[in-house]
């Protein structure tokens, strides 16, 4: 099993930056790669940005493509989301989660971290 920890949340102004980190622990050999997501109150969670451990190769919704970077650390077991030009509607709960094979769903979570960008 894969354990999966936030942390870089916080309160920023619109047009800030934030770096967020998930620190993943446990079987991490049994991860292929992991994904960041965010759910806003009264909103579905949704998909912000994927990063798989052996390539590095990177996926991003359209909605944070050329503000949003995705990266890891294979030393670290570590995964950095970078968020520039925030803006309020990138307010939200970011989690991340472990994908253990290319063909299989996200099965381990986060507890999330707060994202708040005001205006």
């Known amino acids: 099993q894969v354990q999966l920890a936030e942390s870089g949340g916080g309160l920023v102004q619109a047009g800030g930056s934030l770096r967020l980190s998930c620190v993943a622990s446990g079987r991490t050999s049994s991860s292929y790669a992991v994904g960041w997501f965010r759910q806003a109150p009264g909103n579905e969670r949704e998909f912000v940005a994927r990063?798989?451990?052996?390539?590095?190769?990177?996926t991003y919704a359209d909605s944070v493509k050329g503000r949003f970077t995705i990266s890891r650390d294979n030393a670290k077991n570590t995964v950095y989301l970078q968020m520039n030009s925030l803006k309020p509607e990138d307010t939200a709960v970011y989690s991340c989660?472990?994908?253990?094979?290319?063909?299989?769903?996200?099965?381990?979570w986060g507890q999330g971290t707060q994202v708040t960008v005001s205006s």
């Open positions: 990063v798989t451990w052996s390539i590095g190769r990177t």
């Open positions: 989660a472990s994908q253990p094979t290319v063909a299989t769903d996200y099965i381990h």
